[in-house]
């Protein structure tokens, strides 16, 4: 028993998505739990943006407000990821029709959608900076919302976003998953020194909650990959590609970083992405096949993730 604790406590990532994955399948089409499962699904996709509130608050009641302050590697990232994001643009107008360009729209919006807002849980555990990586997620949305109504119609000619809609869409995200926690811990921090303190001693806590909602999420992935409707070469791209933009990401990010003395914290930035928002992005406005790639995305991120606070726990440093 103490070994398959100890297992679960390394590799809590890995086994919150096993855990997600076996849930998909006991309550999938084909199981005689399927009637529970309408019943169960829906309710736990109901509790993603409560718990992301929740665990973020816990992460927020450790940052000092003075520490909130915009960094020039937030703003080089940005460019880079408007960058590979317009090449990607370029491209897809080259290949303007058939699986080429659905591949591509599937890493496009990898590189485009934002930065997850819960990234912040697991750059604290790599020994990252909590404050500076929610700037940047700050920063990272508002970009979001420029560029998208200006790629977005030259990757789909029937995508009709408008600045002010996108504006407000990532906004209105922004404001209710990101902000009301900040604010409302940062209050804490001020008026309720005792509550933020008890909170600060329970370190792990926000980790676990995110665990928690990372079941949830992987459950959701492998239903859209399963439901997929797309011939197995296209199928197996999509799958696949999205590893190989996953550690550029990361790669590019950690490098950036490097230069600024937050090679954790960019790292993190760049390479951890708000899927959920990636596949309704692409759902609404682009091919909704190419959903599947962000919805590997996020299993490849956290496998990132896992062997990173694998070596963090073994080395006390991150080896990549």
Same mark, same amino acid.
């Given at each position: 028993?103490?070994?398959?604790l100890s297992?679960?406590?390394?590799?809590?990532l890995l086994?919150?998505?096993l855990?997600?994955?076996v849930l998909?399948?006991?309550?999938s089409?084909?199981?005689?739990?399927?009637?529970m499962?309408?019943?169960i699904?829906?309710?736990?996709?109901e509790?993603?943006p409560?718990?992301?509130?929740?665990l973020?608050?816990?992460t927020f009641?450790?940052?000092?407000?003075?520490n909130?302050?915009?960094?020039?590697?937030?703003f080089?990232?940005?460019?880079?990821r408007?960058?590979?994001?317009?090449?990607?643009?370029?491209?897809?107008?080259?290949f303007?029709?058939g699986?080429?360009?659905l591949?591509?729209?599937?890493?496009?919006i990898c590189?485009?959608?934002?930065?997850?807002?819960s990234?912040a849980?697991? #750059?604290?555990?790599l020994g990252?900076?909590?404050?500076s990586?929610?700037?940047y #997620?700050l920063?990272?949305?508002?970009v979001?919302?420029?560029?998208?109504p200006?790629?977005?119609?030259?990757?789909?000619?029937?995508a009709d976003?408008?600045?002010l809609?996108?504006?407000?869409?990532?906004m209105?995200?922004?404001?209710t998953?990101?902000?009301l926690p900040l604010c409302?811990?940062?209050l804490t921090?001020?008026?309720l020194p005792?509550?933020a303190?008890?909170i600060k001693r329970?370190k792990?806590?926000a980790?676990?909650?995110?665990?928690?909602?990372l079941?949830?999420?992987t *459950?959701?992935?492998?239903h859209?990959?399963?439901?997929?409707?797309?011939? *197995?070469?296209?199928l197996?791209l999509?799958l696949i590609?999205?590893?190989f933009v996953?550690?550029?990401?990361f790669?590019?990010?950690k490098?950036?970083g490097?230069?600024?003395g937050?090679?954790v914290?960019a790292?993190?930035?760049?390479g951890q992405?708000n899927?959920?928002v990636g596949?309704?992005?692409?759902? #609404?406005?682009?091919?909704?096949v190419a959903a599947?790639?962000?919805?590997?995305?996020?299993?490849w991120?956290?496998?990132?993730?896992?062997?990173?606070?694998w070596?963090?726990?073994?080395y006390?440093?991150?080896?990549?």
């Amino acid at each position: 028993m103490n070994k398959v604790l100890s297992f679960v406590k390394k590799w809590t990532l890995l086994c919150a998505m096993l855990v997600g994955s076996v849930l998909y399948l006991l309550f999938s089409d084909v199981s005689l739990l399927q009637p529970m499962g309408d019943v169960i699904g829906p309710a736990l996709v109901e509790m993603v943006p409560y718990v992301i509130f929740a665990l973020l608050y816990v992460t927020f009641c450790k940052i000092d407000i003075s520490n909130l302050r915009p960094r020039a590697w937030h703003f080089w990232l940005q460019f880079i990821r408007t960058s590979i994001s317009a090449f990607f643009v370029l491209l897809m107008m080259y290949f303007a029709e058939g699986d080429v360009k659905l591949v591509l729209e599937g890493c496009f919006i990898c590189f485009i959608c934002p930065t997850a807002a819960s990234a912040a849980v697991v #750059t604290e555990k790599l020994g990252g900076s909590i404050a500076s990586l929610t700037v940047y #997620t700050l920063i990272a949305n508002i970009v979001t919302s420029i560029i998208i109504p200006l790629f977005f119609p030259m990757v789909e000619k029937s995508a009709d976003i408008t600045f002010l809609f996108a504006f407000g869409m990532i906004m209105r995200r922004v404001v209710t998953v990101l902000l009301l926690p900040l604010c409302l811990a940062l209050l804490t921090r001020r008026y309720l020194p005792k509550v933020a303190g008890a909170i600060k001693r329970r370190k792990n806590l926000a980790f676990y909650m995110w665990a928690f909602n990372l079941s949830i999420v992987t *459950g959701m992935t492998v239903h859209n990959i399963v439901d997929a409707e797309v011939g *197995g070469i296209t199928l197996s791209l999509l799958l696949i590609l999205p590893l190989f933009v996953c550690l550029v990401q990361f790669a590019i990010g950690k490098w950036v970083g490097g230069f600024f003395g937050d090679r954790v914290s960019a790292g993190q930035a760049l390479g951890q992405k708000n899927t959920i928002v990636g596949i309704w992005l692409t759902v #609404t406005f682009l091919n909704p096949v190419a959903a599947v790639a962000p919805g590997a995305y996020v299993l490849w991120q956290n496998l990132v993730n896992s062997w990173q606070l694998w070596c963090k726990e073994k080395y006390g440093y991150l080896k990549w």
